[in-house]
C-alpha cells in the first residue's frame, strides 16, 4: 500500500494500519481493541496534528447523517462529513452556519478539532457553532457532550485527544445571501490606521497581500446584500475588472463568484469552490492569531521580514476572528487577527522564515494555528493557553492511558 500522506504531501502519516468502519458498532469495537488510534479528518493539516504511529481511522464510511431539529435550528451532522456535503441542505431547509473556512472541503471534525476559523468580526472560529458532540472513548463506550456540560468548550478544540468524534451538533442561524466584491490597491500602511474600518467593511473581509515591493493589498468583501455600498474609492481602492483567485496568477474559475453578485452564504463564504483544487494545490501554510490590540503592531514586525518572507510566499490573508471560548482555541479569550502565510512547497526554505516570523510575533503572544506550520517551543505555546490545565484534566479523565495522543500533542499539550 502506498503510504498515506496529508494534503499538501508534507506529512508522511506512520499508521501501522488503516481503518474505514462502517457503523458505530464497528468503531467501538476498534476503539476498544487498539491501544494508539487517531481519527484522520480530511487530511488538510499541514502540521503533524493527525499523525500515528498506531491506528488511523477514517469515517468517510460511516452513515452521511445531517438532521436538522427544525423546533432548536440545531444540526446534527457525521463528523467526517464535508462542509461542502452539508450547507446546501442547510440552505435547503432554510438554515445556515454563521461563518466557513476557506474552503469547503475540510470535514466539519477536523476544522472544530484545531480550532479552525473563517473571517469577521463578529465570526468566532468554526468550532464555536458546536453546542454537543458525540465521542467515542478509550474503552469504546459512547460519550455524549451535550450543550449544558461544562466539558464541553474543552472538548470541541481536542487536537482528537479525547476520543472519535462521530457526530457534531452545530447551532445555525437562519440563511442569508452575500455578495462577494475583491477591492484592489489598498496601501499596506492605510491598515497602520485603518485596520478597523477594513476589516469592518463586510460580515467578512479577508484581505491579501505578497508583501512585495508594491506594498498592496486586495480586500475581499464579503457582504450581506443589505449593505450600504463602499464610498468610491475606499481607502484608496478600486474594484476588480473581473473575477481573482486570491493567489496571484492562479486561475480565477477555481474562486467563488464575486464581481457583486449575490448568493448564499456558502457560494461567498470560503474562497475556493468544492468541485476545483482549492488554494495553489502545492504549498505550505502557517498562521498566528494575535490579540487585535496589538494586531497593528504585529503587522508592522511581519512588515520588517518582508524581505525574508516575500522569495517564499504565494500569498499572506489578514482576517479577524471574534473572541471565544474554547479552552485550545487559538482565539480563547481575545478577539484576534489572523495572520496567515501560503508558502512555495519548499519545507527547506520555508522553516527559517516561519522561525523568524515567530521571534518577531513573539511580544504580541501569538498563538500559531495547530493545523498549519509553526516550530515554537511546547513551552513557549502552552504559555499562551490559560485554560490548558483545565484541558490536561479532561485529557486525563476521558483518556487516562493516552490511547488518542501522538507525539504532536505529547509536545504540545500533554
Ligand atoms: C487549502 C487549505 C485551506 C485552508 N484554509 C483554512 C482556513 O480558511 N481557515 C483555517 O483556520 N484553516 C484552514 N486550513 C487548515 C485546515 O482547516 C485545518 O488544518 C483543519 O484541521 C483541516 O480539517 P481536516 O478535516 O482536514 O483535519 P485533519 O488534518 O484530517 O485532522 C485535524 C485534527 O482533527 C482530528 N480529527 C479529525 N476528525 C476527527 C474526529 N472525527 N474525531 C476526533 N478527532 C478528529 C485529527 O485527529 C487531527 O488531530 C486550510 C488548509 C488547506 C489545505
Redesign the pocket.
Known amino acids: 500500500m502506498a503510504a498515506l500522506r496529508?494534503?499538501?504531501g508534507n506529512v508522511t502519516f506512520a499508521a501501522r494500519e488503516v481503518h474505514r468502519p462502517a457503523d458505530e458498532e464497528s468503531l467501538r469495537r476498534l476503539v476498544a481493541a487498539s491501544s494508539r488510534l487517531?481519527?484522520?479528518?480530511?487530511?488538510?493539516?499541514?502540521?503533524p496534528?493527525?499523525d500515528t504511529d498506531g491506528d488511523l481511522v477514517v469515517?468517510d464510511q460511516m452513515p452521511a447523517d445531517v438532521d436538522l431539529d427544525t423546533a432548536t435550528g440545531v444540526v446534527r451532522v457525521a463528523?467526517?462529513l464535508r462542509y461542502g456535503d452539508v450547507v446546501e441542505r442547510l440552505h435547503a431547509a432554510g438554515r445556515a452556519l454563521p461563518s466557513m473556512?476557506?474552503?469547503p472541503?475540510?470535514?466539519v471534525?477536523?476544522?472544530a478539532?484545531?480550532?479552525?476559523?473563517?473571517s469577521g468580526d463578529g465570526n468566532q472560529?468554526?468550532g464555536a457553532s458546536v453546542v454537543g458532540l458525540r465521542?467515542v472513548t478509550a474503552d469504546g463506550d459512547v460519550l455524549d457532550v451535550g450543550a449544558d456540560d461544562p466539558r464541553l468548550p474543552g472538548a470541541v478544540v481536542?487536537?482528537?485527544?479525547?476520543?472519535?468524534?462521530?457526530h457534531l451538533d452545530l447551532a445555525t442561524v437562519p440563511t442569508y445571501d452575500l455578495t462577494q466584491t475583491v477591492l484592489e490597491g489598498l496601501p499596506l500602511d492605510a491598515l497602520d490606521d485603518h485596520l478597523d474600518d477594513v476589516m469592518a467593511a463586510g460580515y467578512s473581509v479577508s484581505v491579501f497581500t505578497t508583501w512585495g515591493p508594491e506594498r498592496r493589498a486586495a480586500v475581499w468583501c464579503k457582504r450581506l446584500v443589505d449593505a450600504e455600498p463602499l464610498p468610491e474609492g475606499w481607502l484608496g481602492t478600486t474594484p476588480a475588472d473581473g473575477a481573482r483567485h486570491p493567489v496571484p496568477g492562479e486561475a480565477a474559475d477555481h474562486a467563488t463568484q464575486q464581481l457583486g453578485e449575490p448568493g448564499p452564504w456558502f457560494a461567498r463564504l470560503p474562497h475556493?469552490r468544492l468541485e476545483f483544487t482549492?488554494?495553489v494545490g502545492e504549498?505550505l501554510?502557517s498562521?498566528w492569531l494575535v490579540p487585535r490590540g496589538q494586531a497593528v503592531a504585529a503587522l508592522r514586525a511581519v512588515a520588517g521580514l518582508a524581505d525574508l518572507v516575500h522569495p517564499v510566499l504565494a500569498v499572506s490573508e489578514l482576517?479577524s476572528i471574534a473572541a471565544d471560548g474554547l479552552w485550545l482555541s487559538p482565539a480563547e479569550g481575545r478577539d484576534s487577527l489572523?495572520v496567515?502565510f501560503t508558502w512555495v512547497p519548499d519545507t527547506e526554505r520555508v522553516l527559517p522564515v516561519v522561525e523568524a516570523l515567530e521571534e518577531a510575533l513573539a511580544p504580541f503572544a501569538a498563538r500559531p494555528?495547530?493545523?498549519?506550520v509553526f516550530r515554537a517551543e511546547p513551552a513557549a505555546v502552552q504559555a499562551l493557553y490559560p485554560r490548558l490545565d483545565d484541558f490536561r484534566e479532561l485529557r486525563r479523565s476521558l483518556d487516562p492511558t493516552a490511547t488518542?495522543g501522538n507525539a504532536f500533542?505529547a509536545r504540545y499539550v500533554d
Open positions: 496529508n494534503w499538501a487517531r481519527v484522520l479528518g480530511s487530511g488538510h493539516s499541514f502540521s496534528v493527525a469515517l463528523a467526517g473556512g476557506s474552503l472541503h475540510i470535514c471534525a477536523g476544522a478539532a484545531t480550532g479552525t476559523h473563517g472560529v468554526l465521542l481536542s487536537l482528537g485527544t479525547l476520543g472519535v468524534v462521530t475556493f482549492p488554494s504549498e501554510q498562521e482576517r489572523g496567515h494555528h495547530w493545523g498549519k488518542f500533542t
